[in-house]
């Protein structure tokens, strides 16, 4: 995943729920919506959350240094997982708190006519940030679903953009359904349940996000390059078995390791210019890997 695009996403995203926070914040004043209320509280939390992807970002393009000889690509998960514990905290928790306050304390929904058109508004305004969070998934999803590239994707800057979006859209429409609810009934006990309803469902998106940058942080593997990569070695004539591969992510880039019994009747120089070769053509193959260690073994 290209930074450029990953930084397309995150600025539309943040743009988008800065308008979005200020336009909920002064509708929620205005109406006394609890609903309202946890959802401007959301957008000022994923407002942050965008400035906290973008440094992320930014830091894990660092040049690698002798302290740090693979560079600094993971900080972008560190900074991942950051957004989502925010994402858990102040956006789900704090909401479930303000819903159930207002549960147990009776108040007046006003203006609540005005309130849906607000959130009219904010669904058009989410609804641009999460098309262009998607066209930038777009070109590294190919034929995979969106539940599969959510599982195996790199990218946790973009993972948690879309998550937040898509979490975003799905909280408007409850807001919107309980405060219809609100004005149908007069009782505001369901704006309240809006705001709680809102909260569990950041509170899920947190956890199947932060679920996932944990494995990244761990050092998770590409499964992809690494079948690609035993393939290739197979199809070739001095390989006579692939013993093991380990293809990890390290942010944006792929760290190779090869263990491969060569023929027996190689020179060393024939080996090192065919395991040259090999690596050339792996990474021609394969740009995110930026690591190949090839060892030449009879077992594993």
Not at 214 to 243: M, P, T
């Amino acid at each position: 995943m290209s930074h450029s695009n990953s930084a397309s996403a995150i600025i539309y995203a943040f743009a988008a729920n800065l308008g979005i926070a200020l336009i909920k914040t002064g509708a929620a004043i205005w109406t006394g919506s609890g609903s309202l209320l946890a959802e401007a509280i959301h957008s000022f939390a994923d407002c942050g959350n965008q400035v906290l992807l973008f440094i992320g970002m930014k830091r894990s393009a660092r040049a690698a240094t002798q302290h740090h000889p693979m560079g600094y690509g993971r900080e972008a998960y560190i900074w991942s997982m950051m957004v989502a514990i925010t994402l858990f905290s102040v956006g789900g928790l704090f909401s479930i708190h303000e819903g159930w306050l207002r549960f147990h304390e009776s108040h007046t929904v006003e203006n609540a006519g005005m309130a849906l058109a607000i959130l009219a508004i904010a669904v058009v305004l989410e609804g641009f940030s999460l098309r262009a969070a998607l066209g930038a998934m777009a070109n590294e999803r190919g034929e995979r679903s969106m539940w599969q590239w959510f599982k195996e994707t790199q990218s946790s800057e973009l993972m948690v953009v879309i998550g937040e979006d898509l979490a975003a859209l799905i909280g408007l429409v409850i807001a919107a359904a309980m405060l219809g609810l609100t004005m149908l009934t007069g009782n505001s006990m369901y704006d309240a349940v809006g705001s709680m309803l809102i909260g569990a469902l950041l509170v899920v998106v947190a956890v199947l996000v932060g679920r996932e940058v944990h494995s990244l942080l761990l050092g998770e593997a590409d499964a992809g390059i690494r079948d690609a990569v035993r393939g290739y070695l197979e199809k070739q004539g001095c390989v006579n078995r692939v013993l093991n591969i380990w293809a990890i992510s390290h942010g944006s880039q792929v760290m190779l390791a090869i263990k491969a019994e060569l023929l027996a009747d190689l020179s060393v120089g024939e080996a090192v210019e065919l395991i040259n070769g090999m690596e050339k053509q792996i990474k021609i193959d394969h740009p995110r890997i930026n690591w190949v260690f090839f060892e030449i073994d009879n077992s594993d």
